[in-house]
Structure formats: C-alpha cells, structure tokens
C-alpha cells in the first residue's frame, strides 16, 4: 500500500469548514483513499473513501487532485464533536485488506 | 441502521484467567476482523474471516489467542491463561465483502485489562 503523510496536528474554530490535508505522491492506479477518524476512547469511525471522483457523504467531502497524489478531506462546519485523530489510508481493491494507521492529524475543534 | 457491537466493553481480569471477547458485526457483513490496540499504539491485525473461515490468522500472537466464527455472523476471541502484555483495547470490525474497496466499519472495543 502506498505511504501517506499527513500534517501532525490542526487547529479549527467551530463552526468553520476544517480542511484536512493528506499526500500519497505514490498511489498506484487501483488504490483507493480511506479516511477514518478516532475519537478519545471510541473505535476508530469510517468516515469517506474515494478513487479519483471527488465524494461527498453526510459527514464529508473527499476532494482528490487530478493527478492523485494527495487529497483533502474538508468537514464543512466543524463541532466540538469532531475533535478526534484524522487518518488518511490508501488500499487497493481486491482481495481482504488489512487497515494499519499512520500517525494521523490530531484536530482540535476550539469554541 | 445498527453498527458493530462489541461486548463487554471492558474486562477487568487476573493474569491467568481465560476472556472470551464477543463482536456482532453489521447485518449482511460477510468479512470480519479482529484487531487490537495498545495504549497511543496503531492497530495491530489479529485474524481476518471470510464467512466462518478464517483464512488469515497471521496475527494471532500465541496459540493462547483462538477466534471463531459460527453462522457468518457472531465471532468470539478467545484468550486463554491470560498475561499482563495482553492488555490494550481488542476491536471488531466488518465489511460487506473480502473483495472490492467496501470500508471496514469498527466497534468500540473491548478495553481488556489483566491484573
């Protein structure tokens, strides 16, 4: 699976977009982008994941370069609530995958 | 619709007694995996299942650590004479297939602790 690499922490006010960045200039053409998120004392929670079309769900949008080599996951009006680990993962389909964590972006959400 | 449950969300336990850790992975989910997580640690894989095979049990760390799976659905770790090293949060998760890209969607664990 490709390396990713992500900034080690945010700040973000409440109630503003919280833009997460991610670089994984060595993503091959069948791997996909997987953000997860871990809160204090919780599983870690699936958030968005994405090949190379831009996504969008109830929680998030995934907006990946044309070129692929890195993507941004924006949470359009940040709470309290999402203050939590951000992990960024590529994988590729096919077969079982087992899903390891970097380091992540520790984002803080501040009143 | 219901997620991952995992029980018993925490486990206090003396170092030699056997736990077994049950996960309820989301209806329909064919793939199930166990997984465990030490103090500020990453995830470390344990055992992967397609239905109730288990076709990847690389990452059990010793044969005190069994897992089974019954009807493609309910599965149970198993750890057996229990150690002070085994102690970290065990997590469950599934996904509706072994192929294709469907994401993995976790429980909250069980936080194990052997005295």
């Known amino acids: 699976d490709a390396k990713t690499t992500q900034p080690t922490s945010m700040d973000c006010a409440e109630g503003r977009a919280a833009n997460l960045p991610c670089n994984h200039s060595?993503?091959?053409?069948?791997?996909?982008v997987y953000w997860y998120r871990q809160i204090h004392s919780q599983g870690p929670q699936y958030i968005i994941h994405g090949l190379k079309n831009n996504e969008t769900n109830e929680m998030a949008s995934l907006i990946i370069t044309e070129d692929r080599k890195s993507s941004t996951l924006i949470l359009p009006h940040a709470t309290l609530r999402d203050t939590a680990v951000y992990y960024c993962?590529?994988?590729?389909?096919?077969?079982?995958?087992?899903?390891?964590f970097g380091t992540g972006t520790k984002l803080q959400v501040i009143p | 619709g219901a997620g991952v449950s995992q029980s018993p969300s925490n486990k206090v336990t003396e170092k030699g007694k056997d736990v077994e850790l049950r996960c309820d992975p989301i209806s329909g989910h064919t793939a199930l995996y166990w997984y465990r997580q030490s103090l500020g640690q990453g995830l470390e894989f344990l055992i992967y299942f397609q239905g109730n095979s288990a076709p990847d049990k690389s990452g059990l760390p010793s044969d005190r650590f069994s897992a089974e799976r019954t009807g493609g659905s309910v599965s149970t770790l198993t750890i057996q004479r229990t150690q002070q090293e085994d102690s970290a949060v065990y997590l469950c998760?599934?996904?509706?297939?072994?192929?294709?890209?469907?994401?993995?969607?976790f429980g909250d664990g069980t936080r194990l602790s052997i005295l």
């Open positions: 998760a599934s996904s509706e297939g072994g192929q294709g890209h469907q994401p993995q969607h």
């Open positions: 060595t993503i091959s053409g069948n791997e996909y």
């Open positions: 993962i590529v994988r590729a389909a096919g077969g079982y995958q087992k899903v390891t």
